[in-house]
């Protein structure tokens, strides 16, 4: 555990077992971590920039595939697919994304110094939410970023099950090499590829309640599955990296300008990924 150097105390790292679980299986489940109330502050958040009743860049306003390609009619949250970023514009989601309910268990696992690289907000709409393939968050984060793993924490807003389109994970395949990862044919939002050759029978459901939070490491399969209910899906996913790692293609300022990073908690090092936002962006800017 980097925990040498952490100046602060935390109330919410990761307990040994935890840690053990964690090291054994790539993934981490807490239940409660949020109440109804304070996820309902994002969710109004999150509907208001649907209703363009707040500034947003419409480029990372993402529709169901299924509506976006004309297949299905729908309107508002229930045409959703998710929106991207909502913590470099919302500051009630640049606070989520320092939560320290969040950020200390992180601690234990990339160290004091952390950044925000990505975060979205996905809604799962009834009956029409698309699932995601299988897939390793690292064979895209690598591009972008040298480093052993980036943590993902994926935040519970309604209750998530098989029904629903919840959450699958291959438990200890962070052990595992990155994989193959094909591009998939049909009426998928075909924002991620497929891992090729998982065995859908090794992966496990992570059914959680509304306000739990899973951790997950960046080698670790998962997916999701369509929503078949009548119930919406709705989730918060932020992925966080160690404030100590590398640009992969430090030439390629521009592609990194498309995708912010923000300033989590700890230092910034002059020589590493330092180029960081600290308070929400002018749209303007960011479009
Ligand atoms: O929320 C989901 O359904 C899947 C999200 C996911 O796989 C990811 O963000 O990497």
């Not at 160690?242 to 640009?247: F, G, N, R």
């Amino acid at each position: 555990m980097h925990t040498a150097s952490i100046p602060q105390k935390r109330r919410f790292g990761l307990s040994a077992d935890e840690f053990a679980h964690w090291n054994e299986n790539g993934y981490l489940v807490r239940l409660g971590v949020f109440s109804a109330e304070e996820n309902n502050v994002l969710r109004q958040v999150a509907e208001d920039v649907v209703d363009k009743k707040r500034p947003y860049p419409s480029t990372n306003i993402n529709e169901n595939a299924l509506v976006r390609d004309g297949k299905i009619e729908e309107q508002g949250i229930y045409a959703m697919h998710k929106i991207h970023h909502p913590s470099c514009y919302c500051p009630e989601f640049l606070a989520r994304v320092r939560d320290p309910r969040l950020t200390d268990p992180l601690v234990d696992i990339l160290g004091p110094d952390i950044l925000g690289i990505n975060n979205l907000f996905i809604w799962k709409a009834p009956k029409i939410g698309l699932g995601f393939p299988w897939h390793q968050d690292k064979f895209y984060f690598r591009n972008r970023f040298k480093t052993e793993t980036t943590v993902g924490t994926w935040t519970a807003i309604d209750a998530a099950d098989t029904g629903n389109g919840c959450l699958y994970v291959v438990p200890g395949s962070h052990k595992w090499d990155i994989f193959q990862h094909d591009d998939i044919e049909g009426s998928q939002q075909q924002e991620f590829k497929l891992a090729r050759g998982v065995c859908d029978a090794d992966g496990v459901p992570v059914e959680v309640p509304p306000g739990a939070v899973i951790w997950f490491h960046s080698h670790l399969l998962h997916k999701s599955t369509d929503n078949h209910s009548l119930r919406f899906r709705r989730s918060y996913v932020i992925h966080y990296l160690s404030a100590q790692a590398e640009w992969s293609r430090p030439e390629a300022l521009n592609s990194r300008k498309r995708q912010p990073v923000m300033w989590i908690r700890g230092q910034t090092y002059p020589n590493k990924v330092h180029e960081v936002a600290r308070d929400v962006l002018p749209i303007s800017e960011s479009e």
